[in-house]
């Protein structure tokens, strides 16, 4: 049973940082892509940063690009969301997901195969 757990969400003040960390167990993780998606209040879920199984390539969205840094640590079956300079608007459920594809770094919601059950992240200003 594949299983992606998400932690290190929390509180922080705006212009502060977080590091969410996404364990992973039960697939083949250095054979998947990661992502990091978040959905904020009243908005649709959507894609932060990607990074493919060897960490060799990664995606950033607009609101990712310059503040956030996602990696990977195959051997620990984990994949981190360094986040800095946090905004107010960074507030939502941070998720993981894995795509077991090859091939370019997929940034939709329907092209990841699984998903942990998310981290709030609240950034108060």
């Known amino acids: 049973q594949v299983q992606l757990v998400e932690s290190g969400g929390g509180l922080v003040q705006a212009g502060g940082s977080l590091r969410l960390s996404c364990a992973a167990s039960?697939?083949?993780?250095?054979?998947?892509?990661m992502g990091w998606f978040r959905q904020g209040p009243g908005k649709e879920r959507e894609v932060v940063a990607a990074i493919n199984w060897s960490g060799g390539s990664t995606y950033y969205s607009d609101s990712g690009k310059e503040r956030f840094t996602i990696s990977r640590d195959n051997a620990k079956n984990t994949v981190y969301l360094q986040m800095n300079s946090l905004k107010p608007e960074d507030t939502a459920v941070y998720y993981c997901?894995?795509?077991?594809?090859?091939?370019?770094?997929?940034?939709?919601?329907?092209?990841?195969?699984?998903w942990g059950q998310g981290t709030q992240v609240t950034v108060s200003s």
């Open positions: 997901a894995a795509d077991r594809r090859v091939g370019p770094l997929r940034t939709t919601i329907s092209e990841y195969n699984y």
């Open positions: 039960g697939l083949t993780f250095r054979m998947y892509a």
